[in-house]
């Protein structure tokens, strides 16, 4: 065994894929790339995220209290990256890097429609959020887009390296 710089912990346990974040907050959407998240509980599905204060995202979802979450598919690789390295502040993220914005059924924040899925969300814990810039999300609506039968996810290893989703195990198991 060697040691391991702190720092470079988080880079052992992702969460999860890299997922994007849409919110609406004065009639203005914005896009946010976030790999910061885990489900929290199955029924209600809740999943808890952190947004950072400095994020332009962070100001939205504490106001509007509502968000989706969008799975893109390894294929948006390179827009997933450029909307996480540009502010909301600054630009119009669905126009410049080219993700089409659909209207959500239940919360203002906006679909993407080159996403795999979509989770319509809403804020239903922010006991976290002053400390930890933790929210808990509630999932209200889901969506899947059928023509994307098998999509492959990335995931965040930090530094601009990411993995992506491979082969599929089934083992037995008694969980959902």
């Excluded at 896009?31 to 509980?41: D, G, L, N, Q």
């Amino acid at each position: 065994m060697k040691d391991l710089p702190l720092a470079d912990v988080y880079r052992l346990i992702e969460p999860g894929p890299v997922v994007l974040l849409t919110t609406s907050h004065r009639g203005h959407p914005n896009v946010m790339t976030m790999s910061w998240h885990m489900m929290v509980e199955f029924t209600p599905p809740l999943i808890a995220c952190i947004v950072s204060q400095g994020d332009f995202s962070f100001t939205a979802l504490r106001a509007t209290k509502e968000c989706v979450i969008a799975i893109p598919a390894v294929e948006l690789a390179d827009k997933v990256v450029k909307v996480g390295n540009c502010s909301g502040r600054d630009v119009d993220k669905f126009a410049a890097i080219g993700l089409t914005p659909r209207p959500a059924a239940l919360v203002a924040a906006p679909l993407i429609k080159e996403c795999f899925a979509n989770l319509e969300c809403r804020v239903v814990e922010t006991r976290l959020v002053n400390r930890f810039n933790l929210f808990v999300l509630e999932v209200v609506k889901a969506w899947r887009d059928p023509a994307q039968t098998a999509p492959r996810t990335l995931h965040h290893h930090g530094y601009g390296t990411f993995a992506v989703d491979g082969d599929t195990l089934k083992l037995p198991s008694r969980m959902p």
